[in-house]
């Protein structure tokens, strides 16, 4: 079976432009989350999609957005950038809720 | 809201030497799952406990979880290289997401 997959794997973005990042779960996963992840502030949840329903949502500003599609494929938007987004960006699937969490390699974006 | 702190930080070792980290939720867990990162990598699963007080052995790693099921430990026997790298908790609250420890980084000298 094929892993997460998270495309681009590096991102350069200038402040104030905004950002869509893509992720593709295990087939037949139907959850999908998002974290951040940076030095300072460990994994930080954004959201969980599951049956292209948001379940959760993490604390962070509405700037931060997603959405999945039928095919359980998910993709993570962030507009007006700002310097402190910058960091890692780990996808993740899981078969249900009490499965444990297959992560992406991530996309690392960086904010100039 | 819930918070999952890790201890300690950082640990350094020599090659042979035991390790261990521990993990506390400010709430009680549903279940608590303990992954890896090695550098440059992304988080891998190693173990899930679910049950009050269980203990969970894999070669030379043991993972501990609470009577409280508030805290957990996982303790590795003798370290080697191919140990080195972050050991995060995640804690499952009864909302259903999961909330990540700070982690752990261990390095091992040779």
């Known amino acids: 079976k094929a892993g997460v997959t998270q495309t681009p794997r590096y991102l350069i973005k200038t402040r104030g432009q905004q950002v869509t990042l893509s992720c593709s779960p295990i087939?037949?996963?139907?959850?999908v989350s998002w974290y951040q992840q940076t030095p300072g502030q460990g994994l930080q949840f954004l959201f969980e999609y599951f049956s292209e329903t948001q379940r959760n949502k993490g604390n962070f500003p509405g700037r931060f957005s997603g959405r999945q599609f039928s095919n359980s494929r998910s993709e993570m938007n962030v507009s007006t950038l700002e310097l402190g987004d910058s960091a890692l960006y780990l996808c993740?699937?899981?078969?249900?809720?009490?499965?444990?969490?297959?992560f992406g390699n991530g996309t690392r974006l960086t904010v100039t | 809201g819930q918070q999952v702190m890790q201890i300690p930080q950082y640990q350094h070792v020599q090659e042979g030497e035991d390790f261990t980290t521990y993990c506390n939720s400010s709430t009680t867990l549903s279940n608590i799952q303990w992954y890896k990162q090695r550098p440059g990598g992304h988080p891998v699963f190693l173990i899930q406990l679910v049950k009050s007080g269980e203990v969970k052995k894999q070669k030379r790693l043991t993972f501990q979880f609470g009577e409280a099921k508030k805290n957990s430990s996982l303790h590795i026997t003798a370290t080697q290289t191919t140990d080195v790298g972050t050991y995060f908790c995640?804690?499952?609250?009864?909302?259903?997401?999961?909330?990540f420890g700070p982690g752990t980084r261990l390095s091992v000298l040779p």
């Open positions: 995640a804690g499952l609250n009864y909302g259903q997401n999961f909330v």
């Open positions: 993740a699937s899981r078969v249900d809720q009490n499965s444990p969490l297959h």
């Open positions: 087939s037949g996963h139907r959850s």
